[in-house]
């Protein structure tokens, strides 16, 4: 299991072979996160999986809805969203609906 770490109010997570990913989220008086190189939408649709994964621990942890909002994995799920509404969820939604199922399955 991926362990995150916080380096300066920026939430990393270890992945395979000890790469970083960056799914976390910044203090509210930082703008806007910007990227170095943009991402083409078969890049961001390959990466998916990933994003949702991520919303997911973020969900499991118990990171409200206006931190996840902060997050890089909220603002890709959010352009796949934009670019191809017929083929991926709302950000939002996808939130809600990960959850209710977390609430269940603790309930259980």
Known sequence: M???LSLNGELFLFGLCNEIV??????LHMPAPTYTSSLTIGELEAS???YC?????????GITEAKAQRTVCW????????CLPAQFRDPRQLYFLLKRDHAKAVSC
């Open 53 to 61: 994964k991520a919303l997911r621990m973020l969900v499991r942890d």
């Open 2 to 4: 991926a362990r995150p």
């Open 75 to 82: 603002n890709r799920l959010e352009t796949l969203h934009r």
């Open 22 to 27: 960056l799914i976390g989220f910044w203090d």
């Open 48 to 50: 998916y999986p990933t």
